[in-house]
């Protein structure tokens, strides 16, 4: 455990480096299931929490452990769970409940080869959609995608500042293999880590769904009588489950609380945008690949640049966009049978051919090789 | 009486529930305040009311002047499983119908009775699901009429103060909403034990169960309570077979047991003793 987090490096497992940085950010709470490949992570917290004074406790599914989360939350408490793609499907109606009720929660899903169990070991990017559009209802979520050990640590304090500030589920998506990969990191000075909590309401204030755009949130046992539903409520928390005005004003502030910041969410890496012939939009894992791949090309003289996505949703319009001006092909490489790839479409807006490279089963990785040819291809 | 009334009103936001008159839900909505008042609370301070969806969901939230979280169907327990183990100090009471806690949730029910998770459970079991227009439930008698048992249940209905029992509660008991009184005087005893309580009441949906059944007024739901109940001292002479069809009241059983709230925080105080020598 870090028990003096000054600058320092360290040789962990991703989802060990999830747990650590959740710490530092103030998790406090955890309730999980056990799921291949994200058991570390409770494992990880069952070790830590209870010394620092937290509570983990394994639920009897991933239903209840969302749900013990949501509740945890309103106590104002800093709260996590951990699953893969089974569980984060079981975990769908909840996600939805949370962002209705503004609950900040962080949720990591460390994907796997799905549909149903598929391929319970091995890495896989199929629930980038999912991660968007899991829940039922008009809804936006926010989604980070780390390709290292280091940036599961900086993407998971990132999710927790997130999830407090914008009062929302954050959606931490990573994969088997940055999961389970052990690599070095730098733990940064303690005041070097910008921490964010909520925003709590001042004494006798009644408004906690409205009125602001990111409102401020009471707990529970705080003497606000606070009426929490996932129902549609007006801005003091009152069910009003038919007038048109009142859905419409609260999911569109819900929305908008997000929609306005994408700027400030959206992060991407992007390299030698100004005079690239070919761009590459990619993220987690397989932007490895594209690191070497545009080495080699350059090598032969080829420029190519890149955007990867570190936020995956809201999704980086602005960065695809202004790479699809400047070049005539985007290749879009993912361990999925193309998901992401309809969004560069869809912004590229036939500025730009948009060539997929998929790969599904097994845990195989999209080569630098098969990056490096679809470069090439067109040359 | 009517000094008794406004002071319970003190419990209440002031808007006006939603139920269908003659709905049994008035009934324990007004034994539980009572309770409550009687045990001497001046306010909900030191409650969080936690629900899932349905009618008998509807009773603290938005109703109490107090924390209520309205969950989603079925998930009031986790929720509450949440709450209680970061803040051991407050009463933490679910309130759910049969359908919401015997048939969605019935996991969560079995899993905090198991853990001996320290919350009240009220559930109002009206025999079917009463919010979507009274279709079959898992407490639903042999052979009943609903919606969607049109020519008859073919399933056995759960008994769920027994369920409660088999799975660890510390505290599980049966009335009717024909039996406010003895209802109100457990609500008091449940409110002052610790770990997973559990209280049922069988209650009367006019609009969804008795329309089908002949029990549409409160009278007849009453009658056939007096006609059917027998206490549960009587229902252990009598033998499991002969109380088919029957309703059986009272305490199932007290029995307290070390909580999770105790066990939990005990541990937790031993690994924060390694923590420090870390
Ligand atoms: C996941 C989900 N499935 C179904 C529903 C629809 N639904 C709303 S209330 C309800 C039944 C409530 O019955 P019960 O819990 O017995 O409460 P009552 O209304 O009878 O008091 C159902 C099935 C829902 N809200 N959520
Ligand atoms: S449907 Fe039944 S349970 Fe619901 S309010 Fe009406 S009478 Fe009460």
Known sequence: MLSHPGCKTYFWQGNEACVQAAIIAGCRFFAGYPITPANEIAEHMAVNLPRIGGI???????????????????????????????????????????????????????QRMGPSTGQATKSGQGDIMQSRWG????????VFSPNSVQEMFELTIRAFNVAEVYRTPVILLAEEIVAHMREQLTVPDSKAININDRKKPRPGETVFFGSDEIPPMPAVGEGFNIAVTGSTHNEEGIRFTADPVVHRKLIERLNQKISDNREKLVDVESYNLEDCQIGIVSFGSTSRAVY???????????DVGYVRLKTLWPFPEKPVRELSNVVDRIIVPEMNLKQIFYEVERVAKGNAEVVPINKIGGGELITPEEVLDAILKGE | MMAEKSSIKKYLRGMKFPFCAG???????????RAVQELGYKNFKKFVFCSGI???????????????????????????????????????????????????????FMHAARRNLDILVVMSNNMIYGMTGGQVAPTTPFGAITTTTPYGNFEQ???????????????????????LKELKKTIKIALGLNGFRFIEVVSHCPTGFGRKRGLKTPQEFVDWVRDNA????????????????????GEFIRKPRLTLIENIYAITREAQKLGKEN
């Open chain 1, 292 to 302: 070497e791949a545009v080495e080699r090309a350059e090598k032969k003289g080829v």
């Open chain 2, 230 to 249: 027998i206490s549960i001292g009587e229902a252990r002479k009598i033998g499991k077979n002969k109380q088919k069809n029957k309703i059986v009241i």
């Open chain 2, 23 to 33: 709905c049994g839900l008035f009934g324990i909505v007004d034994s539980f305040l």
């Open chain 2, 54 to 108: 349905g009618c008998s969901s509807w009773i603290p939230s938005p109703f109490f002047l107090a924390d209520s979280i309205h969950t989603l169907h079925g998930r009031s327990i986790p929720v509450a499983t949440g709450i209680k183990l970061r803040r051991p100090d407050l009463n933490v009471v679910v309130f759910g119908g049969d359908g919401d806690l015997m048939g969605i949730g019935l996991g969560h």
């Open chain 2, 157 to 179: 209905p759960f008994d769920a103060a027994s369920l409660a029992v088999a799975a660890g509660a510390t505290f599980s008991a049966r009335w009717t909403t024909a039996h």
């Open chain 1, 135 to 142: 829940t039922h209802g008009d809804y936006t979520s926010i």
């Open chain 1, 56 to 110: 983990f406790i394994q639920m009897e599914d991933e239903l209840a452990s969302i749900g013990a989360i949501i509740g945890a939350s309103w106590t104002g408490t800093k709260v996590m769970t951990a699953t893969s793609g089974p569980g984060f499907s079981l975990m769908q109606e909840s996600i939805g409940y949370a962002f209705m009720t503004e609950t900040p929660i962080v949720v990591v899903d460390v």
